[in-house]
Antibody, heavy 122, light 108 residues
């Protein structure tokens, strides 16, 4: 079955760009029709959706983060990535990647990575 | 932007029924999905399209959605059901995912 694994620096300095990668195993990221999402969760708080990319490369972003977010896909590596610019301490969180079936207009996420902790600090 | 409101906490005795609500303006016109998150773990989808269960999710988990409230119902609650539960919809007016604030289910 498909598995997702987040990776990237655990510590990012303020004002810099946070970069994370999600590696898809057990299936091809470009086969089938799926959305690939990023979600984050500050310690002790709820879930916040960051954005998604479709197999075709089209993207949607959370309006509150849109100006700082870029999500891209690298089919040759079976990965998709998140870049969040101009980070502050408020961006400290556990970051998850997840998959959503493309046929669903309501975007339920049926496969999740285990998450990776990113701390923004100098 | 669309807002989903959940009670911060719900408590229930083992063997009883827990109901977790998710309020939103005319939420009955949207598809609601529910996730279970245990401490230190990633969320797990437990209900999608209001009331469908993914394979592997016990029949004790069910959902409904009407008017301004969606409800996740857990029958014959077990200690292992203790977790945070989140509802989620797609906001088609702005094209993005909205999560509720989450409800901590405590099994007494």
């Amino acid at each position: 079955q498909v598995q997702l694994q987040e990776s990237g620096p655990g510590l990012v300095k303020p004002s810099q760009t946070l970069s994370l990668t999600c590696t898809v195993s057990g299936g091809s990221i470009s086969s089938g029709s799926y959305y690939w999402s990023w979600i984050r969760q500050p310690a002790g708080k709820g879930l916040e959706w960051i954005g998604r990319i479709y197999t075709s490369g089209s993207t949607n972003y959370n309006p509150s983060l849109k100006s700082r977010v870029t999500i891209s896909v690298d089919t040759s590596k079976n990965q998709f990535s998140l870049k969040l610019s101009s980070v502050t301490a408020a961006d400290t969180a556990v970051y998850y990647c997840a998959r959503a079936p493309g046929y669903s207009s309501s975007h339920y996420m049926d496969v999740w990575g285990k998450g990776t902790t990113v701390t923004v600090s100098s | 932007s669309y807002v989903l409101t959940q009670p911060p906490s719900v408590s229930v005795a083992p063997g009883k029924t827990a109901r977790i609500t998710c309020g939103g303006n005319n939420i009955g016109s949207k598809s609601v999905h529910w996730y279970q998150q245990k401490p230190g773990q990633a969320p797990v989808l437990v209900i999608y399209y209001d009331s469908d269960r993914p394979s592997g999710i016990p029949e004790r988990f069910s959902g409904s959605n009407s008017g301004n409230t969606a409800t996740l119902t857990i029958s014959r609650v077990e200690a292992g059901d203790e977790a945070d539960y989140y509802c989620q919809v797609w906001d088609s007016s702005s094209d993005y995912v909205v999560f509720g604030g989450g409800t901590k289910l405590t099994v007494l």
